[in-house]
């Protein structure tokens, strides 16, 4: 249902939506999930001896905690005529504002999961407006980071260093979030009564593709044995990558209390092995891709004036064609994901002048199981140097208050 979303959160899923409720809004939201994933070694199959030592089979993967501010607000009284105009703002920091600079980019003898990379600070802001009787346009620009530093040093062969200099920079990267509803009974019909086009909707959505990107300029000097201009290391490499994203849905009131959803998406995760191909941590995983469909359901049923509660399911495709990925050994797993939630409305709350909205939910993610095989390009080991079966579950669960104005 995140296509059909009436609340701030549109604004990343499809902002034409923010039009559907004309109040305003003012969301706080907390995020937290748990990762469950395993990696078990199968031996070597190449009869050498184990490569690697674990720590039991668990995946060493750190919790994820993201805070959310959302705000959305009617901005129609800037414009002249009747075109309704709505602007939405969403700002999401990592562990309470801790690790807001957080990245992490390698190889990884034991292997690691390839997906699970966050976006500790990002910002989401735009816009629906209407533009004809049933037909909203919106459009929003996701924001992240992109860090460059460059140090130059001069140092003796135990380490100390002289004649230091430091520069850190980071720039935001802008990517467009556009989307188009259309509800067909307005359409068609105005006023009047169509049938089984009047509770028909479907909606459109480009997301652009984001990332975080770090680079590393290094120039290092050692009187004696590197002289100047010295040693210069170049290194630029990318985290949690999200592709682009086409999605499609269509919504169906089946009643005033009851609706449901389908939609697709198409992630283009073909485009990450040109990224990777300029990673210079990465590039020799020499990782293949391929483009891969999402189908989801979900629907809404609200009980009465004071709660509602929703579900959907998906199933989602590794994108990850590659078994084999030297150095860097990504894991990837198809899963199928459940999501249950419900809504609790206080009309008339203590203090506040406006409804309040308290919104609850739980996601969990089945990693189904998977083969893969460890390389390296490291001297003297027998690849592959060992053979794992990796799987997995993700238990996710958020909440919000919502104060509508």
């Given amino acids: 249902m995140s296509l059909f979303n009436t609340q701030a959160s549109a604004l990343y899923y499809n902002p034409a939506y923010l039009t559907q409720?004309?109040?305003?809004e003012l969301t706080l939201g907390l995020l937290h999930a748990e990762h469950d994933l395993s990696v078990v070694g199968n031996g070597n199959p190449s009869g050498g001896g184990a490569a690697v030592i674990r720590d039991g089979d668990?995946?060493?993967?750190?919790?994820?905690?993201?805070?959310?501010?959302?705000?959305?607000?009617?901005?129609?009284?800037?414009?002249?005529?009747d075109y309704p105009l709505y602007f939405g703002i969403i700002a999401?920091?990592?562990?309470?504002?801790e690790e807001m600079m957080a990245f992490n980019s390698g190889v990884a003898l034991e292997g690691q999961f390839m997906r699970y990379g966050r976006q500790p600070l990002f910002l989401n802001l735009g816009g629906g407006l209407e533009v004809a009787n049933g037909i909203t346009t919106g459009a929003s620009a996701h924001v992240s980071l992109s860090s460059e530093a460059t140090l130059i040093a001069s140092s003796d062969l135990s380490g100390t260093t002289q004649y230091e200099e430091l520069t850190v920079t980071a720039k935001p990267v802008i990517r467009p979030v556009l989307s188009m509803n259309l509800e067909w009974g307005k359409i068609f019909c105005s006023k009047e009564d169509c049938g089984i086009w009047a509770g028909l909707?479907?909606?459109?959505?480009?997301?652009?593709?984001?990332?975080?990107?770090?680079?590393?300029?290094?120039?290092?000097?050692?009187?004696g044995t590197v002289v100047d201009p010295g040693i210069t290391v170049l290194i630029g490499t990318i985290d949690s990558y999200q592709p682009d994203i086409l999605s499609a849905g269509i919504l169906y009131h089946f009643s005033?209390?009851?609706?449901?959803?389908?939609?697709?998406?198409q992630q283009n995760w073909q485009d990450l092995e040109e990224v990777l191909g300029s990673d210079t941590v990465k590039n020799q995983a020499n990782a293949t891709f391929k483009d891969v469909l999402v189908p989801r359901i979900g629907a809404e049923w609200t009980v009465?004036?004071?709660?509602?509660?929703?579900?959907?399911?998906?199933?989602?495709?590794?994108?990850?064609?590659?078994?084999?990925?030297?150095?860097?050994?990504?894991f990837d797993n198809d899963r199928l994901?459940?999501?249950?939630?419900?809504?609790?409305?206080?009309?008339?709350?203590?203090?506040?002048?406006?409804?309040?909205?308290?919104?609850?939910?739980?996601?969990?993610?089945?990693?189904?199981?998977?083969d893969f095989?460890?390389?390296?390009?490291?001297?003297?080991?027998?690849?592959?140097?060992?053979s794992v079966n990796t799987d997995g579950d993700v238990h996710v669960f958020s909440g919000s208050l919502t104060v509508k104005f």
């Avoid at 419900?342 to 189904?368: C, E, T, V, W």
């Avoid at 001297?379 to 060992?386: A, L, M, Q, T």
Wanted: hydrophobic share 35%; proline share 6%; aromatic share 8%.
């Fill in 58 to 81: 668990k995946a060493n993967v750190a919790d994820a905690q993201q805070q959310i501010i959302a705000l959305k607000t009617d901005l129609s009284d800037m414009l002249k005529g």
């Fill in 256 to 265: 005033d209390n009851f609706r449901a959803a389908i939609s697709v998406e």
């Fill in 373 to 386: 095989e460890l390389i390296t390009t490291r001297p003297g080991v027998s690849n592959p140097y060992e």
């Fill in 201 to 223: 909707e479907t909606a459109f959505v480009f997301r652009g593709h984001t990332e975080a990107r770090t680079a590393v300029e290094s120039n290092l000097t050692i009187p």
């Fill in 21 to 24: 409720d004309p109040r305003g």
């Fill in 304 to 330: 009465n004036e004071h709660m509602i509660l929703f579900g959907g399911v998906a199933y989602q495709e590794s994108p990850l064609e590659s078994l084999q990925t030297p150095d860097v050994n990504y």
């Fill in 92 to 97: 999401g920091v990592e562990k309470f504002g």
């Fill in 337 to 370: 994901i459940v999501g249950v939630g419900s809504s609790l409305i206080i009309k008339n709350p203590p203090i506040l002048a406006y409804p309040m909205r308290l919104d609850f939910g739980y996601q969990y993610q089945q990693l189904q199981e998977r």
